[in-house]
């Protein structure tokens, strides 16, 4: 098993960044990072796996989020630039032990953070 925590949410003006972090307990597989917005489904963001290699990005974000971990510390993170209001959410990071192949689809990661919230201002 690992354990997933969350950090660097805040609130931020349209057209801002941030970067969220993650901390995992061990090692993973595939990890990603989530969203979910009030009143919406729970959509991947991006996507990575063991070797560094981002393997999803979503639309929605191409060009202006970066995933990118930092095996040796057990951290990923999630570089958040030209944010919209549409980007408001709460974030989370999610990790899988066992693929090799990872996608933006939720039900492939089994382990979850608690969540950290986005909220971008016009």
């Known amino acids: 098993q690992v354990q997933l925590q969350e950090s660097g949410g805040g609130s931020v003006q349209s057209g801002g960044s941030l970067k969220l972090s993650c901390a995992a307990s061990?090692?993973?597989?595939?990890v990603a990072w989530f969203r979910q917005a009030p009143g919406k489904e729970r959509e991947g963001v991006a996507g990575m796996n063991a070797g560094g290699v981002t393997t999803y990005v979503a639309s929605s974000v191409k060009g202006r989020f970066t995933i990118s971990q930092d095996k040796a510390r057990n951290m990923l993170y999630l570089q958040m630039n030209s944010l919209k209001s549409e980007d408001t959410a709460m974030y989370y990071c999610?990790?899988?032990?066992?693929?090799?192949?990872?996608?933006?689809?939720?039900?492939?990661?089994?382990?979850w953070g608690q969540g950290t919230q986005v909220t971008v201002s016009s």
């Open positions: 061990g090692d993973t597989r595939c």
């Open positions: 999610a990790a899988d032990l066992w693929r090799t192949h990872c996608s933006g689809a939720d039900y492939e990661y089994h382990y």
